[in-house]
């Protein structure tokens, strides 16, 4: 079965800076690949998603994830954060066993 | 446009009620999810239906069943809560296994 590992519990950046959220996954071939945002008190929101072809994915609010298959690894960024991206992020894996398997989650703290 | 509808959204209960979790989609999606949240642990899947007329377990089933009425709704059921089943539980639903999943509110559940 697949597995998801968020590394990184709890990042804190300035508001401005650059972000970077680690993720990697455990699976003998190419899953789909997925990164989802939950803000507060909120459902999860898809941010973007990765099948096949192109391995940068462009996603909603300006964020960006990178697919390195020798890596294992889907990692999201964003150039330039804002106030409102403080919130949890959780990277998500499914394969073929018809569901997603979710990692623990990084919680981004904006700090002005 | 509602999405995944679920009810309620804050319970308690008392140790050994029983409740159920509704949850309603109105996107014609196949594939329905049961989720749990716990601080630190990510989305736990308790059950899923890949398709209309199938339920399967998840990682977490225990203390669970779940019915899919029809295509639109995915119940859980807690017969006898216990307070390891205070959580949130998201409801989310796919076009198909594995792609890309909608997600409910969410339900805030106390038992004490």
């Known amino acids: 079965a697949q597995s998801v590992t968020q590394p990184d519990i709890h990042i804190t950046v300035s508001e401005g800076a650059s972000l970077e959220l680690r993720c990697n996954y455990s699976?003998?071939?190419?899953?789909?690949l997925f990164w989802y945002v939950q803000s507060p008190g909120q459902g999860l929101q898809l941010l973007l998603k990765y099948f096949s072809g192109d391995t940068l994915v462009q996603g909603i609010k300006g964020f960006e994830a990178e697919f390195k298959r020798s890596q294992s690894s889907f990692n999201l960024r964003k150039p330039s954060v804002h106030w409102s991206d403080a919130a949890e992020y959780f990277c998500a894996v499914g394969a073929d066993d018809y569901k997603l398997s979710f990692g623990a989650g990084t919680t981004v703290t904006v700090r002005a | 446009n509602a999405g995944v509808t679920q009810t309620p959204k804050f319970q308690v209960l008392k140790t050994g009620q029983s409740m159920t979790l509704q949850c309603a989609q109105d996107m014609n999606h196949n594939s329905m999810y049961w989720y749990r949240q716990d601080p630190g642990m990510g989305l736990r899947l308790i059950y899923y239906?890949?398709?209309?007329?199938?339920?399967d377990k998840g990682e977490v089933p225990n203390g669970y069943n779940v019915s899919r009425l029809n295509k639109r709704e995915f119940s859980l059921r807690l017969e006898s809560a216990a307070p390891s089943q205070t959580s949130v539980y998201f409801c989310?639903?796919?076009?198909?296994?594995?792609?890309?999943?909608?997600f409910g509110q969410g339900t805030r559940l106390t038992v004490v």
């Open positions: 989310a639903s796919s076009v198909l296994p594995n792609t890309e999943a909608f």
């Open positions: 239906s890949a398709s209309e007329g199938t339920t």
């Open positions: 699976y003998g071939a190419t899953p789909y």
